[in-house]
T-cell receptor, first 115, second 112 residues
Framework: EAGVAQSPRYKIIEKRQSVAFWCNPI?????LYWYQQILGQGPKLLIQ????????DSQLPKDRFSAERLKGVDSTLKIQPAKLEDSAVYLC?????????????FGEGSRLTVL | SQQGEEDPQALSIQEGENATMNCSYK?????LQWYRQNSGRGLVHLIL?????REKHSGRLRVTLDTSKKSSSLLITASRAADTASYFC????????????FGQGTELSVKP
């Protein structure tokens, strides 16, 4: 079974530039999550999708971050414009069940450095 | 906001010793999960314990849950150098639509 795919693995940009991250979840997984993990900290949930609908985006900085999950499969997370504090690893995860009664499967992450 | 708080933040032991990590949380939960993260990699699910369970085993892992104290512990027995990683607890809170809230993690170093 293929895992969660993310790209790019690494990205370096200047502040105020834009960046986009892509995630392809495990086939058949209804729920998709984007987490932000700053160095030395635990992952922080940014947004949760159930199929192509948003379940929770309460911690997504909507003035600069946006995310979509077209057709309930792949997802894209965009940051525009980026700030220095956005430097982090962006983790995508998916789960089979609609609620977190089962495990989350994580991708390898996309490491963003904002200069 | 972060729900789980792990203790200790860092732990260094010798191979063969047992490692115990603790997690405390603040609100009622449906379940609590433990994940491992190797440096530069994604998180890997280790074990899930439901709110009506008190103890669970998986290989060398033993997890306990005390809902009255809102705490959990992860015990790794007979540790190996390959167990070196960060360990996170994550809680699925009541009435929160199934989102998992992660703690800050415990960094475990197992020396050969």
């Amino acid at each position: 079974e293929a895992g969660v795919a993310q790209s790019p693995r690494y990205k370096i940009i200047e502040k105020r530039q834009s960046v986009a991250f892509w995630c392809n979840p495990i086939s058949g997984h209804a729920t998709l999550y984007w987490y932000q993990q700053i160095l030395g900290q635990g992952p922080k949930l940014l947004i949760q999708f159930q199929n192509n609908g948003v379940v929770d985006d309460s911690q997504l900085p909507k003035d600069r971050f946006s995310a979509e999950r077209l057709k309930g499969v792949d997802s894209t997370l965009k940051i525009q414009p980026a700030k220095l504090e956005d430097s982090a690893v962006y983790l995508c995860a998916s789960s089979l069940t609609g609620t977190a009664t089962g495990e989350l499967f994580f991708g390898e992450g996309s490491r963003l450095t904002v200069l | 906001s972060q729900q789980g708080e792990e203790d200790p933040q860092a732990l260094s032991i010798q191979e063969g010793e047992n490692a115990t990590m603790n997690c405390s949380y603040k609100t009622s939960i449906n379940n609590l999960q433990w994940y491992r993260q190797n440096s530069g990699r994604g998180l890997v699910h280790l074990i899930l314990i439901r709110s009506n369970e008190r103890e669970k085993h998986s290989g060398r892992l033993r997890v306990t849950l005390d809902t009255s104290k809102k705490s959990s512990s992860l015990l790794i027995t007979a540790s190996r150098a390959a167990d070196t990683a960060s360990y996170f607890c994550a809680t699925d809170q009541h009435n929160q639509g199934g989102k998992l809230i992660f703690g800050q993690g415990t960094e475990l170093s197992v020396k050969p």
